[in-house]
Nanobody, 126 residues
Framework: QVHVVESGGASVQAGGSLRLSCVAS????????MAWFRQIPGKERERVAT??????????IYADSVQGRFTISRDTAKNTLYLQMNTLKPEDTAMYYC?????????????????WGQGTQVTVSS
């Protein structure tokens, strides 16, 4: 059984930083891709960043809206995925979800990922 749990969401002011964590138990994150998505009520869940599988420096993919501000990383030993969010903007306000294992790792579609966490809320005030 794979269980995904996110944490780290909070309310911050614009320009601030947060680090989200995602623990995926019963899952080999060293061989499978993981990703962060976010969703605003009434909107489609969108891909924020993907950490691709591979030894010694897996590739990463970022949404244009967070490129240069967010950094996705992984601690394989802990099966933990992180999302360091800097220079936060009000537009970043959303429920953030951790997703594990995709049939197509390069896909930006939430439908391609198999396992999901419950979400952690990030609110950025102007």
């Amino acid at each position: 059984q794979v269980h995904v749990v996110e944490s780290g969401g909070a309310s911050v002011q614009a320009g601030g930083s947060l680090r989200l964590s995602c623990v995926a138990s019963g899952y080999d994150s060293s061989k499978r891709c993981m990703a962060w998505f976010r969703q605003i009520p009434g909107k489609e869940r969108e891909r924020v960043a993907t950490f691709l599988p591979g030894p010694g420096g897996a590739g990463t993919i970022y949404a244009d809206s967070v490129q240069g501000r967010f950094t996705i990383s992984r601690d394989t030993a802990k099966n933990t995925l992180y999302l360091q969010m800097n220079t936060l903007k009000p537009e970043d306000t959303a429920m953030y979800y951790c997703a594990a294992d995709s049939l197509v790792c390069f896909s930006a579609s939430w439908k391609s990922f198999k396992y999901w966490g419950q979400g952690t809320q990030v609110t950025v005030s102007s």
